[in-house]
């Protein structure tokens, strides 16, 4: 459950870096709030996570989750740069974080 909890939780942390690019600054009041709401939601799934799962790899995760979830959107919708390395680069993050939670004993 935990596992799922800390996929879940940066999930959220992807919403809530799209809604702060959209919020324009904090400037768009849907796209804040939405920012905010997110953000609160992945931390509170984040400590939930971190009961069972060691602070240093939960951290990783779902800090890896969240980044590479963004690059993704990123360059799915607001058109940024998808050269080769880009990506090789996020596909090593992706497997670090596959190892980590094969190499991360259960609590």
């Known amino acids: 459950m935990a596992w799922l909890l800390l996929i879940a939780a940066g999930i959220f942390e992807i919403c809530w870096a799209v809604g702060l690019k959209l919020s324009n600054g904090f400037t768009i009041f849907k796209w804040s709030a939405f920012t905010v709401v997110t953000y609160i939601i992945s931390v509170v799934l984040l400590g939930f996570a971190l009961k069972s799962?060691?602070?240093g790899t939960g951290y990783a995760i779902w800090?890896?989750?969240?980044?590479?979830?963004?690059?993704?959107?990123?360059?799915?919708?607001?058109?940024?740069?998808?050269?080769l390395l880009k990506v090789i680069f996020?596909?090593?993050?992706?497997?670090?974080?596959v190892g980590l939670k094969f190499i991360t004993p259960e609590n």
């Not at 890896?64 to 740069?81: P, Q």
């Not at 996020?90 to 974080?97: A, C, F």
């Open 53 to 55: 799962i060691p602070l």
């Open 63 to 83: 800090t890896g989750i969240g980044m590479a979830g963004t690059v993704i959107i990123g360059m799915i919708y607001f058109n940024e740069s998808k050269d």
């Open 90 to 97: 996020i596909s090593m993050i992706l497997i670090g974080i």
